[in-house]
């Protein structure tokens, strides 16, 4: 078990060092990579965030690339719909998803709604009555 955790731990660290490669084709290939393994049973957020994958993550919604941009999504859509909105939303997610909501992709669009509908909590409308005068 403790094996299994040190392979995992291994695993995040180099895609998040390969995502921030110089190289387009090696980022793609890496988030991409990353976002699968959200597709797994057993994927869980918590190292992803622990080795600082939010703040390396959220950069790449402005790639021009929109494989890496849909990738990223699927991350971010995994990591909040484990739980873990506080982490995305500290890591200044909303903000990013805010910028690139009008993005030409589809894809993109539908993605960003999907991300936004699981961050932002839905305002609930509150009534109060406004204090009656004493004459």
Same mark, same amino acid.
């Given at each position: 078990?403790?094996?299994?955790?040190?392979?995992?731990?291994? %695993?995040?660290?180099?895609? !998040? +060092?390969? /995502?921030?490669?110089?190289?387009?084709?090696?980022? @793609?290939? $890496?988030?991409?990579?990353?976002?699968?393994?959200?597709?797994?049973?057993?994927?869980?957020?918590?190292?992803?965030?622990?080795?600082?994958?939010?703040?390396?993550?959220?950069?790449?919604?402005?790639?021009?690339?929109?494989? %890496?941009?849909?990738?990223? !999504? +699927?991350? /971010?859509?995994?990591?909040?719909?484990?739980?873990? @909105?506080? $982490?995305?939303?500290?890591?200044?997610?909303?903000?990013?998803?805010?910028?690139?909501?009008?993005?030409?992709?589809?894809?993109?669009?539908?993605?960003?709604?999907?991300?936004?509908?699981?961050?932002?909590?839905?305002?609930?409308?509150?009534?109060?009555?406004?204090?009656?005068?004493?004459?």
């Amino acid at each position: 078990m403790a094996e299994d955790l040190q392979i995992r731990q291994d %695993i995040t660290r180099n895609l !998040l +060092d390969r /995502i921030v490669s110089p190289l387009p084709d090696v980022r @793609e290939g $890496a988030v991409e990579a990353l976002a699968l393994s959200t597709e797994d049973e057993d994927w869980r957020p918590d190292e992803l965030i622990r080795q600082g994958g939010i703040a390396i993550i959220a950069p790449l919604l402005h790639e021009k690339n929109a494989h %890496i941009v849909v990738s990223a !999504l +699927d991350i /971010i859509i995994a990591t909040a719909s484990a739980g873990e @909105e506080e $982490a995305l939303i500290e890591g200044g997610v909303i903000d990013v998803l805010d910028q690139i909501q009008d993005h030409k992709d589809p894809l993109i669009q539908k993605k960003v709604r999907e991300a936004l509908w699981l961050l932002v909590p839905e305002v609930e409308v509150v009534v109060t009555s406004k204090p009656q005068d004493d004459y």
